[in-house]
């Protein structure tokens, strides 16, 4: 229910990964605990995700899971906007010109390590890479995935190019962890929300800071 089959889109209801709450309920318990109650609106999109998972991509059909959102704010987050391509970049400015677009930059270095540990959560990366520098390298600069997600700059260059009518600004993941109130006041003053309103969480809030990570 959560993907559409254009692979640029995959993760586009948002990272509600059934899969997740499946293999470890426990975890999904104590997300869940930090979130508001439930209501229709989260119901309504549930049932709009089922009926549109495995078609083609299609915005018309994107733009139907946000019209559950009431008088809310509403967005999509997910690290996949920065593998589209630049036609499809062309489509989501035309057809979204109000879309405001965050993209959360984050030190080169950390950003490969961190894709790395999640990996490892997932049990989809051999740790014995780790043990030769060569290899290690090797792997790399030559994993697709890593290259399309690792270069914030040609990032905003595409939207900047391709989508240039739409709101778009960076923040850094630094200025995030150095003085949180500060950018979460910045960043939902340019998404258009009431950054006085009181947060659900602490702006320095990580929900995966107890997770197991390599050593760098």
């Known amino acids: 229910a959560r993907a559409l089959q254009d692979p640029s889109f995959r993760y586009i209801t948002g990272g509600f990964d059934l899969r997740k709450i499946e293999e470890d309920p426990k975890r999904a318990q104590r997300r869940s605990a930090n979130r508001r109650p439930w ?4 119901t309504a999109f549930l049932e709009t995700a089922v009926r549109i998972g495995g078609q083609p991509m299609n915005l018309d059909l994107y733009n139907e899971l946000f019209l ?23 489509q989501i400015g035309k057809r979204f010109p109000e879309i405001r677009i965050v993209l959360l930059v984050r030190d080169p270095v950390a950003r490969v390590w961190s894709h790395l540990c999640m ?8 740790e014995t890479l780790l ?10 600069e030559n994993n697709e995935h890593m290259l399309s997600i690792s270069f914030a700059s040609q990032t905003a260059s595409s939207w900047a190019k ?11 993941l630094d200025d995030i962890a150095a003085h949180p109130e500060e950018t979460r006041r910045e960043i ?29």
């Open 39 to 42: 209501d229709e609106r989260d």
């Open 68 to 90: 559950c959102r009431g008088s809310s704010l509403s967005g999509d987050i997910t690290p996949n906007y920065c593998r589209l391509t630049e036609e499809t970049v062309a």
């Open 119 to 126: 990996w490892h959560r997932q049990e989809r990366f051999d």
């Open 131 to 140: 043990e030769d520098a060569g290899t290690f390298r090797d792997f790399l």
């Open 162 to 172: 391709h989508a240039p009518q739409i709101a778009f600004r960076y923040f850094f």
């Open 188 to 216: 939902i003053t340019f998404l258009g929300g009431d950054a006085a309103k009181p947060p659900r969480f602490a702006p320095n809030f990580n929900r995966k800071s107890e997770g197991v990570k390599l050593t760098l």
